[in-house]
C-alpha cells in the first residue's frame, strides 16, 4: 500500500520558517516528479513547489517563489519544502502529492499525480 505521510507543520510567527518533510512508503517515487499542494479554508487547493526525479527542476507558485524551497532526498523516499518569511497568508493545510509516471516535468496541476498524503497543518500568526 502506497503511502505519503507529511509532518513538519505546526503553529509560528509570521516572519518564521517552517521545514516540512512527505516521506514515502510501499514504492519508491525515486524516478517521479514529486510536489506540494496546500488548501485553506474555504478555497481550492492550489500549487505551491514541485520537483522533478533528480531535483535538477522545481517549480513554484508566484506567491511562494523565493521564500519556499523544495528538495527531494532519494536514498529516504522523502521531499522536504523549507518554507521561510511565512505570512498568515501561507496558513493551510499542506498535501504532499506524487506522480506514479516515471521522469517528466514537475507539474502545477493536481491532475498530474497520482498519489496524495493526508496534509499537515500550518498555522502562521500575525
Known amino acids: 500500500q502506497v503511502q505519503l505521510v507529511e509532518s513538519g507543520g505546526g503553529l509560528v510567527q509570521a516572519g518564521g520558517s517552517l521545514r516540512l518533510s512527505c516521506a514515502a512508503s510501499?514504492?519508491?517515487?525515486?524516478?517521479?516528479?514529486m510536489g506540494w499542494f496546500r488548501q485553506a479554508p474555504g478555497k481550492e487547493r492550489e500549487f505551491v513547489a514541485a520537483i522533478n526525479w533528480n531535483g535538477g527542476i522545481t517549480n513554484y507558485a508566484v506567491s511562494v517563489k523565493g521564500r519556499f524551497t523544495i528538495s527531494r532526498d532519494n536514498a529516504k523516499n522523502t521531499v522536504y519544502l523549507q518554507m521561510n518569511s511565512l505570512k498568515p497568508e501561507d496558513t493551510a493545510v499542506y498535501y504532499c502529492?506524487?506522480?506514479?509516471?516515471?521522469?517528466?516535468?514537475?507539474?502545477?496541476?493536481?491532475?498530474?499525480?497520482?498519489?496524495w498524503g493526508q496534509g499537515t497543518q500550518v498555522t502562521v500568526s500575525s
Open positions: 510501499g514504492r519508491t517515487f525515486n524516478s517521479s516528479p
Open positions: 502529492a506524487a506522480d506514479e509516471a516515471l521522469g517528466g516535468l514537475p507539474g502545477s496541476s493536481a491532475n498530474e499525480y497520482d498519489y
